[in-house]
């Protein structure tokens, strides 16, 4: 059974920074693509970032500049670093990990900015 985990979401006050992890059970980090996804209230989840197995990074336009997408090979884990955090930021941000047509989510890390 493959479970997935967030981990690193808090409350933050605007402006600040955040680093966001994931690592899994039941399936090899390294070997998946990963995608950082985040869902606001009321809202459909949308792509943040993404890193390919061998560390090729894509961002939509709307996440370029603020959002680092990373991967630690030993650690097996993967990041999500976040700066310059405003309100709007606010969400669960979810982990997602390919690999051939298996995809697999975990259950998401709230993250809050607010003062």
């Known amino acids: 059974q493959v479970q997935v985990a967030e981990s690193g979401g808090g409350l933050v006050q605007p402006g600040g920074s955040l680093r966001v992890s994931c690592v899994a059970s039941?399936?090899?980090?390294?070997?998946?693509?990963m995608g950082w996804y985040r869902q606001k209230p009321g809202k459909e989840r949308e792509l943040v970032a993404l890193?390919?197995?061998?560390?090729?990074?894509n961002y939509p336009s709307s996440m370029k500049g603020r959002f680092t997408i990373s991967r630690d090979n030993d650690k097996k884990t993967g990041y999500l670093q976040m700066n310059s955090l405003k309100p709007d930021d606010t969400a669960v941000y979810y982990c997602?990990?390919?690999?051939?047509?298996?995809?697999?989510w975990g259950q998401g890390t709230q993250v809050t900015v607010s003062s």
């Open positions: 039941g399936v090899d980090v390294n070997d998946c693509n």
């Open positions: 890193i390919t197995s061998d560390g090729r990074t």
């Open positions: 997602n990990l390919t690999t051939g047509p298996w995809s697999y």
